[in-house]
Every structure is written in C-alpha cells, then in structure tokens.
C-alpha cells in the first residue's frame, strides 16, 4: 500500500446558491468519504475547481477537511502554481496547518523545460522539506509532459514519495516504474486505468470516481493484491461505465451532478465551467441506477 493508501479522493468544492464556499457541506463530504473507502482527501486539485478558489478559501478549505477527517483519513493540499514562488509560499503555509502531504501539478500555461521542471519541484520540496510530496502530471491540462528520466531525478529527493500519473499512457507509467525505486509510488490519474496501472508496477488511484464508489474501489484494489485479479476485473467491468460517464464534460461537471441526483448539495460549478447538459445528466443518471448506488440519507 502507498504512502497515501490505495484510494485518495479528490474532492469536489461544495458551493452555497450564492456561489460562496460550503464549508459545511465540505466536512460532511469528506466525513463520508474517510468511511468509505478513502484512504486520503486531496483537497483543492482540479477536481476541486483550484484555478477559480482563492487561496484564503483553500485554506479554510485544508482546514475544514483536516477537522472532518482526522486520524481517519489524510489530507493532501493541493498547493501546487505555474509561479514557483507562489507554490513555495501556499506549500509553506500548509505545512505549518499539519497536514499529510501535498499535490504538485506540473507547471501549465509557461510550458517549462525539463529542467526548469526540475528545478520548480526541487525547490517547492526543499522549502517544506518535512511535508510528503505528491508530483502531479497532467499534460492534457499544462500542455507538458513530466518526464521519467526527470520523476527519477525528483525520486532521490527525500520528501518526494509520489506520483499522480495522468498522461493516459501505460508506457510512460512503465517507464517511471523502472526509473524509479520500489519505494517511489505510482498513483493512477484516471479512474479507468487504476486496475492496469497496478499491473505495471501502480499502488493506487487519486481517483474522481470514489466519491460514489469508494468502497467498490478500495475492494478492488485489495483484491488484485491479493492475487484475485478476475474478481478485480470483474470490479472494473462493473465500474467502467462510471468512469467514462464522469468525464463526458470537463470534471467536476459530472461528478458533482452525480453528488447532487445522490442527495449531496454540492452546488454548480464556478465560471467558466457550466452546468451538466441534460444528455450527459441523463446517461448519469442511467448509470446510477445501474449500480444500485444507495442514496444519501
């Protein structure tokens, strides 16, 4: 098992009617959360809409969370900017609140080198040198890709202990598992490839999905460890309608929709993401009751 478990969610930020953040509802989701099959909570990634948060809301946002979950779950701050500097100072500040760790998105919009890649997550590690780091690869949102060659040379710093792998590609997962040490942890970013990403050398999933399915996960997970690998296929089938059905529009649209036919009031989404379309509700709703997902009480 990784060092943030097999399962770390990334949850969706509630919002009121007005807009504002639910901090509330916040605590009571990640709550049902930790007792369902989440080993971790990332807060204020891209599924929690981190680009239109602003950092006073994502710190009461740490704080609210770390309340809800702890000692049940941990908590990764998603401090990660395209300004090293901005990055180093919102990381610093989470490090003083205790938290567990926190995720690093790789740099988007300035496009960096390989290097300067290097040196921006060298840096943000070095100055929080006692709070765990996962990296964050992502190339469909920055526009660049974290190489292996580069994950290795991250790997030898020592609070660097993780990836969030989304590229889409096994190969390149491939590659990091053999650029790295055994004790490096591969995580998968996309819900659909959690099972072959374990195949290749993975521990786990930071995973959208989990906020229905978190136990059916986390069963899943287990049960390739244990050598069960059809009864994990068999989970995978079951599930995979839901994970592509979550990413039909730009998460969180669907997830949070999914949240809200479940009786979470999570609220819309923030401009300039939109509300779900009718069609993609509709193939949601579909396979919800496929599942046989129990509503919230």
């Known amino acids: 098992m990784g060092y943030f478990g097999r399962v770390a969610t990334a949850m969706v930020t509630p919002f009121a009617a007005d807009g504002s953040v639910s901090y509330a509802t916040a605590e009571a989701l990640a709550a049902h959360l930790a007792d369902h099959g989440s080993d971790s909570i990332v807060v204020c990634g891209t599924t929690g809409e981190s680009p239109t948060l602003t950092w006073d809301e994502e710190f009461q946002l740490f704080q609210a969370v770390q309340r809800a979950v702890a000692g049940r779950a941990k908590v990764i701050a998603g401090t990660g900017s395209n300004s090293t500097r901005e990055a180093i100072s919102a990381t610093q500040k989470a490090a003083k609140l205790g938290l567990d760790g926190t995720l690093q998105v790789v740099p988007y919009y300035n496009k960096p080198p390989q290097e300067g890649l290097y040196q921006h997550f060298a840096a943000i590690a070095q100055a929080s040198p006692d709070l765990p780091v996962m990296l964050y690869n ?115 649209i669907p997830v949070k929709s999914a949240l809200a036919l479940q009786g979470w009031d999570v609220g819309t989404v923030r401009l300039p993401l939109c509300p779900i379309t009718d069609e993609v509700k509709q193939s949601l709703q579909g396979i919800l009751a496929a599942l046989a997902l129990p509503p919230r009480h």
Do not use: W
Request: charged share 15%; glycine share 10%; net charge negative.
């Open 138 to 252: 992502v190339p469909g949102r920055t526009g660049c890709n974290l190489l292996a060659g580069t994950v290795a040379r991250l790997a030898e710093i020592p609070n660097i202990v993780a990836i969030k792998e989304a590229s889409g590609s096994l190969d390149h997962v491939s590659q990091i598992r053999a650029a790295t040490p055994p004790t490096f942890d591969i995580y998968s970013g996309d819900d659909s490839l959690t099972l072959p990403t374990l195949a290749v050398g993975g521990c786990g999933v930071v995973s959208v999905a989990s906020h229905l399915v978190g136990d059916r996960l986390q069963a899943m997970i287990q049960g390739f460890e244990a050598g069960r690998v059809a009864e994990a296929t068999q989970v995978h089938i079951e599930l995979f309608p839901l994970f592509k059905a979550l990413f039909l529009m730009a998460n969180p």
